[in-house]
């Protein structure tokens, strides 16, 4: 280590654990951890930066700080979570080994106890509604959070172990060692603020600003990427449970198919405490195509009369909008380079398969696993692509990359054009004649109304074959 100043000695003002709801005690941090020989010799800042402070960095962190090695986790907000878009559930069992009382711990809005699957369209809904008790005892299986407090925390522990939180900081590109090329740090939008350490960690994010900067994304295409747009509305606690059906602590999922306006995509309702978060996620050609805009969808969306009733009067406290990677398995980047890993949504680990949307837990068990491998590495002396190549088999022998390689198709069914605007017209189509009644007509077969439907949608018999032999392959 050089004798030059402390990245926070130099800027005391880099240094925010918590939002400002909960403001630090102690805002300014003591000096960053003096590096350990990591057999690069000396000239290095810290023995692992980690770009991004959302779930996948964090998780990193942390147990690299408890390895006892020095980490400095960067954050391009003023505090983590500041800049993420969430209204959804973390399944956060994939906590149990790191954080074992972690439910007990992270702040968590509601525990999911009634999940809905609902297909909109037009006027009419048909919804499969699943309740379950259990959910909400432990083990537990998802809830809701915001992402401002589940960021802060989960960071929050990974300071308390030692790591060194920098936040309102950009990462604006790599350094490399001029012989070898090797990642030796990173540029930062500071005033010398050149960060140096053997291994960086990017964990920056979807559509990854340094991954793309290191070779390993050449095909970030935007038929990978879906945009998600989201609404907080607040209502009081009592009228969200009555609306709902739940009560205490027990929450509701509500994931859509449909509802978006002809625009491929999906929509979701979540009850938080004492607000709702709904929005949509769309296909970005399609909306690019449609020239319309996501907060129309989301009114449209509103006002259907199957979530009207669900939303109306709820005062808007929150809009935001934020890219989603859903082009699964085949659409991830290299996860390996000389010096850096990638992890979470710089890696595309988000799991978009219709019947599983996740994507939190992926980031957390994909950033453990990263935060495991820097350890390994540093403690062999060895940060090349060879000497990180356990990364990859610690996510292989995982749910990380083996739910993703299982679901590899489930991307391109479930956002085709057949699954998003003829599907839903077919069964709705079809569960509505079934259950109308057409006195003084007698009734018809479910065969019948099943070929008058697919000749009115223009759904075709092999097309149907075709398409469920796939979701077979994928989900069977």
Known sequence: MSGSPSWNDRYPDGHLAMPPARPSTNPVPSPAPQPSDAGYGSGYDTDVIVVGAGPAGAAAALVVARAGRSVMLLERGPFPGSKNLYGGVVYGRVLDELVPDWAEQAPIQRWVTRRQTMILTGERA??????????GRPPYNGATALRPEFDAWLAGLAEKEGATLVTSTVATGLLRDPTSGRIIGVRTDRPDGDLRAPLVIAADGVNSFLAKEAGLYPNAG?????????????????????????????GVDIEILGGTGGVGGGGFVYTNLDTISVGVVLSVADLAASGRRPEDLIAGLKAHPAIRPLVEGGELVEYGAHLIPEGGYDAMPSLVADGML??????????????????????????????????EALDAHNTSVRGLAGYRRRLESSFVLADHKKLRRAPA?????????????????????????????PKRGLMAIARY????????????????????????
């Not at 054009?417 to 069964?427: A, C």
């Not at 439907?453 to 069977?476: H, W």
């Open 222 to 250: 935007a038929r990978h990427f879906t945009l998600g747009a989201k609404e907080v509305l607040s209502l009081p606690r009592g009228e969200i449970e009555a609306r709902f059906g739940v009560r205490d602590r027990d």
């Open 126 to 135: 048909l919804a499969i509604d699943f309740r379950n008790q259990n959910w």
């Open 413 to 441: 069914l479930v956002l085709g054009d057949r699954m998003q605007k003829q599907y839903p017209e077919l069964i709705c189509g079809i569960v509505e004649d079934m259950f109308t009644v057409t006195n003084p007509h």
């Open 453 to 476: 439907r697919m000749r009115a949608t223009g759904v075709k018999l092999r097309d149907l074959v075709r398409d469920g032999a796939a979701a077979l392959r994928t989900f069977g």
């Open 342 to 375: 990638v992890t979470g949504d710089a890696a595309a680990m988000c799991l978009a398969a219709g019947i599983w949307l996740e994507g939190v837990n992926f980031a957390i068990g994909s950033g453990a696993a990263a935060g495991r491998t820097a350890v």
